[in-house]
Antibody
Framework: EVQLVESGGDLVQPGGSLRLSCVASGFAFNKYWVTWLRQAPGKGLEWVANINGDGSDTRYVDSVKGRFTISRDNAKNSFYLQMSSLRGEDTAVYYC???????????WGQGALVIVSS | DIVMTQTPLSLSVTPGQPASISCKSSQSLLHSNGKTYLHWFLQKSGQSPQLLIYEVSSRFSGVPDRFSGSGSGTDFTLKISRVEAEDVGVYYCMQGIQSQTFGQGTRVEFK
């Protein structure tokens, strides 16, 4: 069974940093692109970043470029979102997902809440 | 950036009746490989989104056949042949041809 489990959500002050983790199981992790998305309170879904199977290709939405870094550790079946210079508008539930290809996000984690507030 | 526009934003349906949601993209989602990268998701209250339809019309594993997708180029439609209680939630279309962007979401509820 494919599973994705996020962790690391927390309350953080503006300008602060936080790292989210997503542990995958039930599939050949290194064969897939994986993705971070987010959903601000009461709002819709926003793609944040993704990374290919061997970690050589990463992509970001413009609003997080230079502040967020996506990475993966295939030996640990895990991928990460390092967030820095956090702003109030980064407050959201962050989801990890497996990309079957071209945005076919077939499996999602349960979400991790990040609150940026003083 | 590709903009996805859904209509309506809210839909009140009668159980057992059909429902339809439209999604339009600002650019064609047809790739040179012949595939069209338009997907549909449902987010039920308090849950993570779930994939319903991928590449316009293919149902994801376990998705009931009352859900169907159609369309081409820039115009797409999700149809539910007979809405059931478990279908209530917010539906999103999403394009995957150029990064990934979602529509605003369509909230489906019972009358």
């Amino acid at each position: 069974e494919v599973q994705l489990v996020e962790s690391g959500g927390d309350l953080v002050q503006p300008g602060g940093s936080l790292r989210l983790s997503c542990v995958a199981s039930g599939f050949a992790f290194n064969k897939y692109w994986v993705t971070w998305l987010r959903q601000a309170p009461g709002k819709g879904l926003e793609w944040v970043a993704n990374i290919n199977g061997d970690g050589s290709d990463t992509r970001y939405v413009d609003s997080v470029k230079g502040r967020f870094t996506i990475s993966r550790d295939n030996a640990k079946n895990s991928f990460y979102l390092q967030m820095s210079s956090l702003r109030g508008e980064d407050t959201a539930v962050y989801y990890c997902a497996r990309d079957e290809g071209w945005g076919r996000l077939g499996y999602w984690g349960q979400g991790a809440l990040v609150i940026v507030s003083s | 950036d590709i903009v996805m526009t859904q209509t309506p934003l809210s839909l009140s349906v009668t159980p057992g009746q059909p429902a339809s949601i439209s999604c339009k993209s600002s650019q064609s989602l047809l790739h040179s490989n012949g595939k069209t990268y338009l997907h549909w998701f449902l987010q039920k209250s308090g849950q993570s989104p779930q994939l319903l339809i991928y590449e316009v019309s293919s149902r994801f594993s376990g998705v009931p056949d009352r859900f169907s997708g159609s369309g081409s180029g820039t115009d797409f439609t999700l149809k539910i042949s007979r809405v059931e209680a478990e279908d209530v939630g917010v539906y999103y279309c999403m394009q995957g041809i150029q990064s990934q962007t979602f529509g605003q979401g369509t909230r489906v509820e019972f009358k």
